[in-house]
């Protein structure tokens, strides 16, 4: 998940896997499978920054757990 600020500025995390897709004018506005939409205080660059971070952090933890032997 990742932790992102709407325009009221509450807090909220939402998963990445879900997000459809995203434009920025001039806010950045999410617009998720489901057919949600939720328009953010994050640019576009920090929020995909953000995905590749948590992105990242699956990647590393899969790995930890992955004896040196399997892979």
């Given at each position: ?8 500025h509450s807090?909220?995390?939402?998963n990445p896997?879900?997000i459809?897709?995203v434009h920025?004018?001039p806010d ?5 499978v489901d ?5 953010v ?6 929020l995909?920054a ?7 952090r699956?990647?590393?933890a ?7 032997n399997?892979v």
């Amino acid at each position: 998940m990742i932790t992102l600020t709407r325009l009221d500025h509450s807090r909220f995390a939402v998963n990445p896997d879900l997000i459809e897709r995203v434009h920025e004018a001039p806010d950045t506005t999410l617009h998720m499978v489901d057919g949600r939409v939720y328009n953010v205080e994050e640019s576009l660059d920090e929020l995909i920054a953000r995905i590749v971070a948590y992105r990242a952090r699956v990647l590393a933890a899969a790995a930890a757990l992955t004896p040196a032997n399997e892979v």
